[in-house]
């Protein structure tokens, strides 16, 4: 082995005794149950849902109490118990006002909490549960979790808590103990895209998830199209501005990201003042707290940012004819005057006529109030600080897919043609299919966001155009967005957008094995997770597809989907013994009970530990390293140090 690597881990493990010790800590945790990890799709801005899947880890922190208190609590208490964990604030202010907090409620609280907090901590290190617990209770609470003794334990129980309520910290030590258990709950995190766009708040989503310890996003095309226009591409920040109108949703714009939006009420107003838009009223899935708008108004808005997101589009694909997406080139063969577009072969009339910014010589140039109106709002876009932090993440912790304990998790698809091969895209003038064209198109994101101003950021940021809604985008997977069709054309056959072969496909057992090869996967052990397309459970389709081989988690977090689907969205469970998958019912503030239906989906052939995981095989790697630096220091090639290794050993 390289020496100079050793002398580099010789500077951390000095000696033979702290190598040693160390080899023995990674493989007595190699030898731990594995953690729960969590699966999400498909949030969609339903922050109030989302949270309370979160807070009560799907409802597997209601089966911890049931199992740990069902034979001494009722079951009245053990749901207040619940709720109290999910929202501590706002139960012990309720509570209180009730006249319910009193010292023998908070005696047996911190009992019962403590007995979950045992329960939920189980499988993990000491050291892994300090590191969670905040630095003011790391004593009392190690103290609590780790008597054996039952004798000692009850008195040591006593006195602690007794101690507790005659200092006055109970109700923060209630509050914090919540918290520790919402945190030990999720062990990690995979997010397998569409955080953004139709509910109120992904900004709300987003700093939620950037408090998690260990999280991973998948991005979707949702996702895609807000990290394009937070890289300055001004189709992508129009389609952004044109959908959060079209929801009304005006909190995560200007409450959120601090976007302003003054500019597009102004132009809107002026240019279509005597236009009702009446085709552009806004659905209004949750009212604005922050920024109630007049609708008349949004409607001018909604489809004064269409016309422009719409010529923008069709000189994107002018620019780029490798894209083969001139059929979608619509504003390219729109009559403005007499209003009416020619769609392949076909003249269809439009439902409405009035396009005051749209000339028939040149109709995809944006006029010079659009022009500058599209200065101020990419400017805003490129100012928002909090934008900014949340695209960061995004990158930071997200890619185009992601291959975990044996798992392949993507948000769309593997574009396929008609024979189930692998579609390539023309990406920097190559051809990338399968694996590589979501690698490429993984550096392509990067640089879109990431360099500094030159023709590559720009050309990567269109390609995040394409990957919101071009036909062989793995994130999009259709043959078109239709949104154009949809706003003006009548006949109903032109809204259709057909799927990539890729979803008939991978119902079959053995192209999903043949994917999983592909990303270097056991076909025989993993899955594929995908998200993107809602399940419609009540028409009785299954999210388990190709025997098992496939789970589509799009549940319907978002309400707009609901109807579709007969229910409000999925998680998948994988903890040591099995995967599972738990329903949501639509989720209504201020009622506690939420606790989704599970269901086994697979069962281990044995519990499967720590050893069995991607971590597992890196502590592996270390142990081998560390084996290799024994050697060394037997042999004299290394000299030892005196001294412990620095900071303690906790490495997970
Ligand atoms: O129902 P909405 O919000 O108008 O969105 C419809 C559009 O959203 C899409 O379904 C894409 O969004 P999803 O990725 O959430 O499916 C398009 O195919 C379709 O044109
Ligand atoms: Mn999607």
């Excluded at 929202?87 to 006002?97: A, I, N």
């Excluded at 597809?545 to 549940?555: P, Q, R």
Aim: aromatic fraction near 10%; glycine fraction near 6%; charge should be negative.
């Amino acid at each position: 082995m390289d020496k100079k690597y050793l002398q580099l881990l010789a500077k951390e493990f000095p000696n033979i005794d702290s190598a040693a010790s160390e080899i023995v800590n990674l493989s007595a945790i190699r030898s731990l149950p594995k953690g729960t990890e969590y699966f999400f799709s498909d949030m969609h801005g339903e922050y109030e849902a989302f949270l309370h899947m979160l807070k009560s880890a799907s409802g597997m922190i209601k089966i911890k109490i049931d199992l740990t208190l069902g034979k001494t609590v009722s079951s009245a208490e053990r749901e207040a118990l619940a709720a109290l964990i999910y929202y501590p604030d706002k139960e012990q202010k309720r509570l209180k006002k009730a006249g319910i907090l009193d010292d023998e409620w908070r005696r047996l609280t911190i009992y019962r909490l403590i007995l979950v907090l045992e329960a939920v901590s189980a499988k993990y290190t000491r050291s892994r549960v300090r590191k969670r617990i905040p630095q003011d209770m790391v004593y009392i609470l190690d103290e609590l979790l780790n008597v054996t003794d039952d004798v000692i334990k009850e008195y040591y129980y006593d006195e602690i808590i007794t101690t507790i309520l005659d200092t006055g910290i109970a109700d923060h030590f209630i509050n914090e103990l919540c918290k520790v258990i919402q945190s030990l709950a999720i062990d990690s995190l995979h997010i397998i895209g569409d955080i953004f766009d139709r509910g109120p708040r992904a900004d709300i989503i987003l700093n939620e998830l950037m408090k998690m310890h260990d999280v991973d996003i998948q991005w979707g095309n949702h996702d895609i199209s807000w990290m394009g226009a937070a890289s300055g591409n001004r189709a992508l920040i129009a389609n952004v501005i044109r959908i959060s109108m079209r929801y009304n949703n005006f909190d995560i714009l200007e409450d959120g990201y601090g976007l302003n939006l003054r500019a597009l009420a102004v132009f809107a107003g002026e240019v279509y003042k005597d236009d009702d838009c009446a085709l552009f009223m806004p659905q209004t899935l949750d009212d604005n707290i922050y920024d109630p708008v007049d609708t008349k108004l949004v409607a001018k808005m909604h489809k004064a940012i269409t016309i422009i997101q719409l010529k923008l589009e069709s000189q994107l694909i002018k620019r780029h004819p490798e894209w083969e997406m001139d059929g979608r080139d619509v504003f390219g063969n729109i009559d403005p005057v007499n209003g009416s577009v020619e769609l392949n072969g076909v003249r269809y009339e439009l439902l409405d006529k009035n396009f005051p910014t749209v000339s028939r010589e040149d109709p995809l140039a944006l006029t010079d109030e659009e022009n500058e109106l599209m200065t101020v709002l990419t400017n805003s876009f490129m100012h928002s600080e909090k934008l900014a932090e949340h695209m960061r993440f995004l990158y930071s912790n997200g890619s185009m897919y992601k291959t975990i304990n044996g798992n392949l998790l993507f948000h769309g698809c593997i574009p396929m043609d008609e024979n189930g091969k692998p579609l390539s895209l023309t990406i920097e003038g190559e051809q990338y299919s399968g694996k590589a064209m979501l690698d490429k198109l993984d550096e392509v994101a990067n640089k879109a966001y990431f360099l500094h101003p030159c023709d590559e950021k720009e050309n990567s940021a269109d390609m995040l155009w394409y990957l919101w809604c071009g036909p062989n985008s793995p994130l999009y997977g259709k043959d078109k967005m239709a949104f154009f069709e949809r706003y003006f054309i009548e006949d109903k056959s032109t809204h259709t957008e057909n799927y990539n072969a890729y979803y008939h496909f991978s119902e079959q057992a053995d192209v999903c094995r043949f994917i999983l090869r592909m990303f270097g996967l056991d076909p025989d052990r993993g899955h594929i997770i995908n998200g993107h397309v809602p399940v419609r459970i009540k028409n009785g389709e299954s999210p388990v597809k190709a025997g098992g081989k496939l789970f589509v988690i799009d549940g319907g977090i978002s309400k707009a989907y609901q109807k579709a689907t007969g229910i409000a969205g999925y998680t998948l469970i994988y903890d040591s013994h099995s995967l599972n998958l738990a329903q949501h019912q639509p989720f209504i503030a201020g009622e506690s009970e939420h606790t989704p239906t599970l269901s086994m989906v697979e069962r281990l052939e044995r519990r499967a530990n720590i050893s069995d995981t991607d971590k597992g095989a890196e502590l592996l790697g270390k142990i081998d390293d560390l084996r290799e630096l024994l050697k060394a220091y037997r042999s004299g090639t290394i000299k030892q140090k005196q001294g412990r290794r620095p900071n303690g050993n906790c490495i997970i």
